[in-house]
């Protein structure tokens, strides 16, 4: 049973940072591509950045030069360094296999972690 487990959000100031992390278990961590969504009220799950196993990196463009995700494989871990926070980047924070470099079914979400971003 593949299982996602995100934490690390809470209430931040405008230009602060937080660091998310992602708990992976029931797949093959090391080899598969992962990545980060959000979705804030009222709006669409977005794709935010996305790793491959050899360490490609994807950014959506709102987030390019203020989040970096990283990836742990002997944790099994997924990570995203958000700085330079703004309030657009108040969501629920996800993670899951990773868009674009993965094309295939997305399958279950974990419960994600809530990022509330103001003053």
């Known amino acids: 049973q593949v299982q996602y487990v995100e934490s690390g959000g809470g209430l931040v100031q405008p230009g602060g940072s937080l660091r998310l992390s992602c708990a992976t278990s029931g797949i093959i961590f090391s080899i598969n591509p992962m990545g980060w969504y959000r979705q804030a009220p009222g709006k669409q799950r977005e794709m935010v950045a996305a790793?491959?196993?050899?360490?490609?990196?994807y950014y959506t463009s709102s987030v390019t030069g203020r989040f970096t995700i990283s990836r742990d494989n002997a944790k099994k871990t997924v990570y995203l360094q958000m700085n330079s926070l703004k309030p657009e980047d108040t969501a629920v924070y996800y993670c899951?296999?990773?868009?674009?470099?993965?094309?295939?079914?997305?399958?279950?979400w974990g419960q994600g972690t809530q990022v509330t971003v103001s003053s």
């Open positions: 790793i491959t196993a050899g360490g490609n990196r």
């Open positions: 899951n296999l990773g868009r674009p470099y993965y094309s295939g079914d997305l399958g279950s």
